[in-house]
């Protein structure tokens, strides 16, 4: 743990261990946080919030330059790291690293542009209204196991450049990637105090930066339960919560469906399918629903399930057990209801671990089902078959999530249509449901999440608005 500028073990000297999801064998062994350990980090990121606050915009922007000039010799190494530790494959690695340098700057860019408006008084024509942004003070940042390199490079740096102290917790199964990332931060320079980095698990160390009423704010990246949890614990604090999705991809009878069934297959494969926004959910045409599910299940079959450091795997294993365990009672679930797989459906044999999971397609799905309504966060490609618009746009909307989501169709007005309808704070014309760039808005709506991040998004979701009225009477 890193603490005050320190490196230092818990208080209560207990540890955890990081086993890789790919061997199975322990490759860390990191210091379990107790509630004493988080405050102390908070009291740090308290003293230490003004000194951060006070230095220049150009300042804090050389130091993204710092982080990114250090990282980019290194991301060889950190992917294959990243991949042993996560699972994911090596060359899905590579990209999550490497895009770590254009994304924090891209940061300080937006920082570097940030506007904000002047305003003639309308009531009062002799004032100006003069409209700031400031820090929120000490922030708490928690982010997932998915991509643990991306996530605290797009938030924690983000947090500190805009004037915040950061207290920031890892996911328990991958904190050797943000562990890295932390270490760079400190040979760029940031002040003692102004990054914290505290390991351990979220019921004591999450709950605590969520209560700690020292803490001005809170973003958590995570399951839509824990967010729940997590606001219901914060109280009046900014909360920025980006949750879980369950993401439709929506094939009309009209699609391009080799397009459709490439889209597909990448959202749903994708990290093993352990993405917020992947494919959760394939809605097709009744017309075209035979030939896209043949076609979905061949090019499924080339999708190559091995070792994630070999550079023609194209899955690695699931991150953790209980992630494989949900993907088998919803696939249970959904046998027991009338579906029907195709291909795949079990745990592949062979491997060093029993977190290799082989990617399935499953048809006859219907809205009942768990795999429809629940987030599965798996390599698992679902069939829904609809016979109208409306039909497709009812079964969409029809889940407490709404993320990201997709619609093919060669038909623009049909397209708008539905982008419209779908209650989501992102739809995808002729694209896949897994979509991202640095500087356009991400939202979830309904529970997938508070607020927004992206870009000047992000800016936003880390200050705070102040209006500074000044009095120019006349002369």
């Known amino acids: 743990m890193y603490i005050n500028g320190e490196w230092v073990d818990s208080e209560s000297g207990e540890t955890f261990e990081v086993v890789s999801p790919a061997t199975g064998e322990v490759l860390a062994v990191v ?47 950190h992917a294959r790291e990243l991949s042993l ?19 924090i700057l891209w ?32 922030v708490g940042i928690i982010t997932p196991w998915n991509y643990p390199w991306l996530m605290p490079a797009e938030y924690v740096l983000q947090a500190i450049i805009c004037g915040n ?84 991809l929506i094939v009309m009878d009209d699609a391009d469906l080799e397009k459709a069934v490439e889209d597909a297959v990448y959202g749903s494969y994708n990290n093993a399918g352990q993405v917020c926004c992947a494919t959760e959910r394939i809605l097709v045409h009744e017309k075209v629903h035979d030939k896209f599910v043949k076609m979905l299940v061949e ?13 023609d795997t194209d899955i690695g294993p699931m ?53 429809n309504k629940e987030e599965t966060f798996g390599p698992v490609a679902p069939v829904i078959t609809f016979s109208s618009i409306d039909e497709a746009i009812e079964i969409a909307n029809g889940t407490i999530y709404g993320l990201s989501a997709a619609v093919h169709t060669k038909d623009i007005d049909k397209a708008f249509y539905i982008a419209e309808q779908l209650k989501t704070g992102q739809v995808v014309i002729n694209g896949p449901v897994l979509l991202w760039d640095y500087h356009h808005p991400w939202v979830g709506v309904k529970k997938s999440g508070i607020g927004a991040v992206g870009g000047r998004w992000t800016i936003e979701a880390f200050t705070e608005l102040k209006t500074i009225l000044l009095r120019i009477g006349k002369p």
Not at 37 to 55: F, G, H, L, T, Y
Request: a positive charge; glycine letters at 8%; hydrophobic letters at 40%.
């Open 107 to 138: 940061q300080a860019e937006d920082l570097k542009r940030l506007e904000t408006p002047v305003l003639r008084g309308y009531a009062n024509p002799d004032y100006m209204y003069i409209v700031v942004r400031e820090p929120l003070g000490v």
């Open 299 to 311: 090019r499924t079959k080339k999708v190559k399930l091995g070792f994630p450091l070999n550079e």
């Open 31 to 77: 210091p379990k946080a107790t509630v004493e350990d988080v405050k102390k980090a908070i009291d740090a990121a308290e003293e230490a919030q003004k000194r951060i606050q006070s230095m220049s915009i150009s300042e804090r922007v050389k130091l993204v330059y710092k982080v990114a000039e250090l990282i980019k010799p290194n991301i060889e190494h």
């Open 319 to 371: 991150n953790n057990e209980p992630v494989v365990q949900k993907v088998e009672k919803h696939l249970q679930d959904a046998v027991s209801k009338g579906a029907k797989i195709l291909i795949g459906g079990k745990r592949a044999e062979g491997f060093p671990t029993r977190l290799y999971f082989e990617p399935t397609v499953i048809d006859n799905v219907t809205p009942d089902m768990l795999i």
């Open 165 to 248: 102290a950061v207290v920031y917790k890892p996911a328990s199964y991958t904190p050797i990637s943000a562990y890295r990332f932390v270490q760079y931060l400190e040979k760029a320079g940031v002040p003692k105090g102004v990054i914290n980095f505290v390991t351990g698990p979220g019921p004591v160390v999450g709950m605590e930066l969520a209560r700690n009423r020292k803490v001005n704010g809170l973003l958590l990246v995570g399951e839509t339960e824990t967010g729940e949890q997590v606001a219901k614990a914060a109280g009046v604090k900014k909360l920025t919560l980006e949750l879980g999705g369950n993401g439709p």
């Open 85 to 103: 530790e996560q699972g994911k494959p090596i060359r899905e690695a590579k990209i999550e690293v490497e895009d770590v340098i254009p994304n």
